[in-house]
T-cell receptor
Framework: AQTVTQSQPEMSVQEAETVTLSCTYDTSESDYYLFWYKQPPSRQMILVIRQEAYKQQNATENRFSVNFQKAAKSFSLKISDSQLGDAAMYFCAYRSALGNQFYFGTGTSLTVIP | DSGVTQTPKHLITATGQRVTLRCSPRSGDLSVYWYQQSLDQGLQFLIQYYNGEERAKGNILERFSAQQFPDLHSELNLSSLELGDSALYFC????????????FGQGTRLTVV
């Protein structure tokens, strides 16, 4: 089974600064999809951004962007101009192109300091 | 609104009891996933159904069972409840296209007393 590793249980960032959350995964597949989810205190799971493995261009959604390194099996999330509302738990997820199952990391708790 | 509906939102029950959690996926989604999230923990995958059939099974206890009905809604049955079963239970659904994300419901918060 694929594994997803988030090695930073907690991170903090000053408001308006930039922070990068790390995610690595283990797979033998060449085609797959990667996602970052945000879970604020409300506990709702919200999709932040997604990346198709066959695309070399890194995905970007407003202040959120990824650094996808396929050879290194790395998928980090960069949050620019951090806002108080970005404070949440962030989960990295992997989805195989062959099957439907999603594999989630253990999460990184992000604190934004005013 | 993700389009995934979970009921009830909150549930308080006593140890030894049995409860049923219900999930209605987004319209057209064939896959339903169940996850358990204990306090300050990650998402533990329980089970996945695709168009009525079990597709994958994770760390689901024998006291737990699930099914997906012909109308694609799913139910997660938890029996002989223990204090440690207190958690947030999420249902998610995804579409036919493999490049789509999982859409999550708001979860059912189960408290076993």
């Amino acid at each position: 089974a694929q594994t997803v590793t988030q090695s930073q249980p907690e991170m903090s960032v000053q408001e308006a600064e930039t922070v990068t959350l790390s995610c690595t995964y283990d797979t033998s597949e060449s085609d797959y999809y990667l996602f970052w989810y945000k879970q604020p205190p409300s506990r709702q799971m919200i999709l932040v951004i997604r990346q198709e493995a066959y695309k070399q261009q890194n995905a970007t959604e407003n202040r959120f962007s990824v650094n996808f390194q396929k050879a290194a099996k790395s998928f980090s999330l960069k949050i620019s101009d951090s806002q108080l509302g970005d404070a949440a738990m962030y989960f990295c997820a992997y989805r195989s192109a062959l099957g439907n199952q999603f594999y989630f990391g253990t999460g990184t708790s992000l604190t934004v300091i005013p | 609104d993700s389009g995934v509906t979970q009921t009830p939102k909150h549930l308080i029950t006593a140890t030894g009891q049995r409860v049923t959690l219900r999930c209605s996926p987004r319209s057209g989604d064939l896959s339903v996933y169940w996850y358990q999230q204990s306090l300050d923990q990650g998402l533990q995958f329980l089970i996945q159904y695709y168009n009525g059939e079990e597709r994958a099974k994770g760390n689901i206890l024998e006291r737990f069972s699930a099914q997906q009905f012909p109308d694609l809604h799913s139910e997660l049955n938890l029996s002989s409840l223990e204090l440690g079963d207190s958690a947030l239970y999420f249902c998610a659904s995804s579409g036919r296209d493999l490049n789509t994300e999982a859409f999550f419901g708001q979860g059912t918060r189960l408290t076993v007393v």
